[in-house]
Structure formats: C-alpha cells, structure tokens
C-alpha cells in the first residue's frame, strides 16, 4: 500500500491503536522515553528504536539530532513515521522492518542507545531473554537500555491473583498470561492473545543476568488522560535504564 494514504489514527484518552493491533503508542513520551530521548543527542553512537510504532519517540530523537533507527514489525506504521519526520532529518534517519528478537540484527558494539517501549512484553519469555542478549552485544560500551513495559497493575491487574500464586510457587515467569481477553475483554481486540508483564525482581534479574548495570528501575504511573480500566495505584508500568559498561 503507498505510504502517502496511510493515515496515522487518532488519540484516544493519551493512547494511538497500532494498525496490526498489537498494542498502542503512547500519544507523548513519558519517562523513560523522555529519558531515551534525552540520551539519544549525546549517544555513544546510532540509536534504536524498537517498535517504534508511529514515531513517538524517534521523532522528538531525530529533532535532539540523533541518527535514529526505526523498526517495527508493521511497514506501514514506518511509512507513517516516516511521513512526519522533517526533511531536515530524514538523512538521520533509517527504517528496519522486522521482528524482534529473530528477523533484526546489528553489528556487535555498533549502537548508542536501545528502546523498547511496550514491545517486550508481547513476547515468549525465551524470547524476551533472547532480545535482551541481543541488545546487550549491539549497544557500545556506554551505550543504554531504555525498556518500558505494561505491569500487572493496570490493565491486566485481573491476573494479579494467579500472579501472586504463582510467584509463591517458585514459578520463573509467573506473569505470562496466556489469554489477554480474560484479564480486559474490552481490550483484547487491540492487543495480541497473550502478553507477558514483570515485576522489580525478576527484570532486575534478567536485566543483570544480561550482564547489564541498573541505573535506575521501578514502576511508574499512566500518562495523564489514560483510560480508566488500565488504571490502578500509579504502578501501571514498569520501566529501566541500563548501562552496558
């Protein structure tokens, strides 16, 4: 389909559908976005963003000057993107459709700084384990991790029981929900069938286990404006900046 009759959809209470309904955008960048944003100027080299959906974090990247790479699994959330950028930026920046962790890969210590907003959760957790091996090799000496992710308090705090019950049974990644249609119905059609949220504990652990160093970790709130239902106490995402030394 040609890029120039894509149309990005409109926000809704601070959230963008993706066109493949694997999740939403965020309608601007919170924290760690804002944080990877922040870095993505004075970057040990390329950034990537992974997911990059609509450009809510790659945009505001490329006008700090940063050379920016764009993947999503979706090509034509790419040519929206693409289609919002200045002309100014468009030599900084580079389109990488592709499925993470298997259908991407860079050169070993080729780039600055990594995102991964809201797209690490919707993956087996081999694979999540896999992707952070992956970013780990890519990124430079110096270089960050900035990684967002829905957690159980939120949209999915129906599931917040069996979690409980499963992380007292010892089990490895007690929150992968098998059924997002029966933690939020009314969501399901957006979102994939299953999605897979953590807690402090066990993404410090990968995260460390990686061979990353913690910067900073811990949940943070909805953006302002967001529904009701994926609201809960200010724990509705959990997010990290992580250094590789």
Not at 98 to 105: A, L, Q, W
Not at 122 to 128: C, G, S, T
Not at 182 to 205: K, M, Q, T, W, Y
Request: net charge negative.
């Amino acid at each position: 389909m040609p890029s120039n009759i894509l149309v990005q959809p409109e926000a809704k209470d601070a959230l963008i559908v993706t066109l493949n309904h694997m999740g939403y955008m965020l309608s601007k960048p919170e924290k760690y976005n804002q944080a990877f944003i922040d870095f993505s100027a004075h970057a040990p080299g390329p950034v990537l963003d992974i997911g990059a959906a609509y450009g809510v974090a790659t945009i505001p990247a490329l006008e700090r000057g940063a050379y920016v790479i764009a993947n999503d699994l979706d090509e034509r959330h790419l040519h929206i993107l693409k289609s919002k950028v200045s002309p100014s930026c468009l030599d900084r920046l580079e389109l990488k459709p592709g499925r993470m962790p298997n259908e991407i890969d860079f050169e070993e210590n080729s780039l600055g700084a990594v995102l991964a907003s809201r797209i690490l959760g919707f993956m087996m957790p081999e694979e999540f384990e896999l992707s952070l091996k992956k970013i780990f090799k890519w990124l430079k000496p110096g270089g960050k991790f900035f990684f967002l992710s829905g957690s159980l308090y939120g949209t999915f705090q129906k599931f917040l029981p069996i979690y409980q019950k499963r992380k007292a049974e010892g089990h490895a990644w007690p929150g992968f929900i098998e059924d997002v249609s029966f933690c939020n119905p009314g969501r399901a059609g957006d979102l994939p069938e299953f999605v897979h949220v953590l807690d402090e504990e066990i993404l410090s652990n990968s995260l460390k286990v990686t061979g990353f160093a913690i910067e900073e970790l811990g949940f943070n709130p909805a953006l302002e404006g967001c529904p009701q239902d994926m609201k809960f106490d200010g724990r509705e995402y959990i997010g990290a900046i992580a250094l590789k030394e």
